[in-house]
């Protein structure tokens, strides 16, 4: 059986710095389905880009995370998630006014603790694929975290220090968990 851990929060906030440094200790992780998407879709059409349209961008995300979710559900141990069903969810409810309730369903697809990287603006870069500025993702941050309170989650902060000092706090966190 595995828990499935969601490290979500501000674009270029170091989640998949952090995904990778997880990855190389011998955890299993996720990649964003996002960056994902935009991968896919830069080589097709580029209909379903987040910056042609947001909505398209989401509906895919959230097929891309139920799946994610499916396949991770086969691992033992923790699996870490860069971002996933949530995300999309509060994407699609940007784009679309979709209640993320709706989404989502009643059900918990994350273990109750969500790792959440804040705003760091030393840390923030724009780059082909991540074309907004540091506002609107301290903003996409905010809505992150009111949806993941009302869905009843509790947020971890990362803290803002080095990528290996930030996979020993999520690793001593969990492991301090599984012993209560």
């Not at 851990?5 to 997880?22: H, R, W």
């Not at 947001?54 to 959230?62: K, Q």
């Not at 804040?118 to 993702?137: S, Y």
Request: charged share 25%.
């Amino acid at each position: 059986m595995n828990q499935s851990i969601l490290i979500s929060g501000c674009s270029g906030g170091g989640k998949s710095a952090l995904l990778a440094e997880l990855r190389r200790r011998g955890q299993w992780t996720v990649a964003e389905p996002g960056r994902r998407v935009v991968a896919e879709e830069k080589t097709g059409t580029g209909a379903a880009l987040p910056w042609v349209n947001l909505e398209a961008f989401a509906h895919r995300a959230l097929k891309m995370a139920h799946e994610d979710l499916r396949t991770a559900a086969r691992k033992i141990g923790f699996v870490f998630f860069d971002r996933g069903l949530i995300d999309a969810a509060v994407a699609l409810q940007v784009a679309a006014g979709v209640d993320i309730h709706e989404t989502l369903g009643p059900e918990k697809h994350y273990a109750t603790d969500v790792f959440l990287a804040p705003p760091w603006p030393e840390n923030f870069k724009q780059d082909e694929d991540r074309r907004h500025g540091f506002d609107q993702a301290v903003a996409e941050y905010e809505r992150l975290a009111i949806a993941l309170r009302e869905l009843g989650y509790s947020i971890t902060l990362l803290p803002k220090t080095s990528i290996k000092n930030r996979a020993d706090f999520v690793l001593e966190r969990l492991e301090g968990q599984s012993r209560i």
